[in-house]
């Protein structure tokens, strides 16, 4: 699969690639968390692939959710790549470290509708050839939420701040324009004339 730019109106957004979760005896499926600063509508991952032959994708709006690790317990997870393939052969290095990227033809599950604060990618890998599986190199795009509306109180708030510095600048000007005035009388006075 050829690596695809990002959907129209996304970005890179930042995220952290947490340590790969991974048993000891192989073969295995391993799991890795990506997390977003904050919740985040992802419209494409991609990869380097690493030896693994086939990866599933969860998401999670639910913090609590991410800090449980059992990959048997999936409350609060929603599936949104389910068991992509990666490799021809699993037991074959042929096609074992080309990229991929998935968009928008590819994930489903709220996927793109909903701002996620986590997604876990779970590496399959049946052959017992290959040390470790996993991808590289991940990237994701998405959609930055939109900046939150103001309180009307937050609002209020700074209408009234805008007001009191207008009031300081007008009272400034006023006072400006009254030391003008003096200084043209005095002046004046003594015969100066300014231009």
């Known amino acids: ?10 970005t890179q957004v930042p995220h952290t690639v947490l340590e790969q979760v991974c048993p000891t005896r192989r073969p295995c499926i391993a799991t890795q968390d990506i997390t977003f600063p904050s919740p985040t509508r992802v419209s494409r991952i991609a990869f380097r692939n690493h030896y693994t032959a086939s990866v599933t994708i969860r998401a999670t709006k639910d913090r ?11 409350d609060g997870w929603v599936t949104i790549l389910k068991q992509a393939k990666l490799m021809d052969d699993p037991h074959s290095e042929d096609t074992s470290q080309y990229w991929f990227s998935f968009g928008p033809d590819e994930l489903t599950g709220g996927f793109g509708e909903d701002a996620f604060l986590a997604i876990r990618i779970f590496f399959y890998q049946p052959s017992p050839s290959w040390a470790r599986c996993g991808v590289t190199s991940i990237k ?21 701040a805008q007001l009191g510095k207008a009031k300081s ?8 324009a ?12 003594f015969g100066v004339k300014l231009k």
């Open 64 to 74: 609590e959710a991410l800090t449980r690790k059992d990959r048997d317990n999936l």
């Open 1 to 10: 699969m050829a690596v695809r730019g990002p959907a129209h109106g996304s």
């Open 169 to 176: 600048v007008t009272a400034n000007i006023e006072a400006l």
């Open 140 to 160: 994701v795009w998405g959609v930055p939420p939109p900046p939150a509306d103001p309180s009307p109180q937050d609002t209020g708030a700074a209408i009234v």
């Open 178 to 189: 009254a030391s003008c005035m003096e200084l043209r009388r005095a002046n004046a006075a």
